[in-house]
């Protein structure tokens, strides 16, 4: 059964800093583009960032440019989100999802078919 795992979140203050991670269990990451997503009480799934299976692809969305960055160990099955200067807006269930891609990075979530089960994020001080 394929699973994604998320952890990492938390609460944490404006300006600070967390690591997701998003952990596969029964696949491999190989050949599979990774999402990270988030949804606020009351708001669409926006996606936040993608990266292709090989690492040398990302794509942020505006939001979070510069402040985020994807990354992926594939050795380890696990994707990576690091997200610094963290601000109230970021609030939000983040999740991670794959897609099977021999190269391109999806923004839409429709085109991811694996979903983890989120990982709660809160900015506040």
């Known amino acids: 059964q394929l699973q994604l795992v998320e952890s990492g979140g938390g609460l944490v203050q404006p300006g600070g800093s967390l690591r997701l991670s998003c952990a596969a269990s029964?696949?491999?990451?190989?050949?599979?583009?990774i999402g990270w997503f988030r949804q606020a009480p009351g708001k669409e799934r926006e996606f936040v960032a993608a990266?292709?299976?090989?690492?040398?692809?990302?794509y942020y969305a505006d939001s979070v440019k510069g402040r985020f960055t994807i990354s992926r160990d594939n050795a380890k099955k696990t994707v990576y989100l690091q997200m610094n200067s963290l601000k109230p807006e970021d609030t939000a269930n983040y999740y991670c999802?794959?897609?099977?891609?021999?190269?391109?990075?999806?923004?839409?979530?429709?085109?991811?078919?694996?979903w983890g089960q989120g990982t709660q994020v809160t900015v506040s001080s």
């Open positions: 990266i292709n299976w090989s690492g040398d692809s990302t």
């Open positions: 029964g696949f491999t990451l190989d050949y599979y583009a």
């Open positions: 999802a794959a897609t099977k891609s021999y190269g391109g990075i999806a923004a839409s979530p429709h085109m991811y078919n694996y």
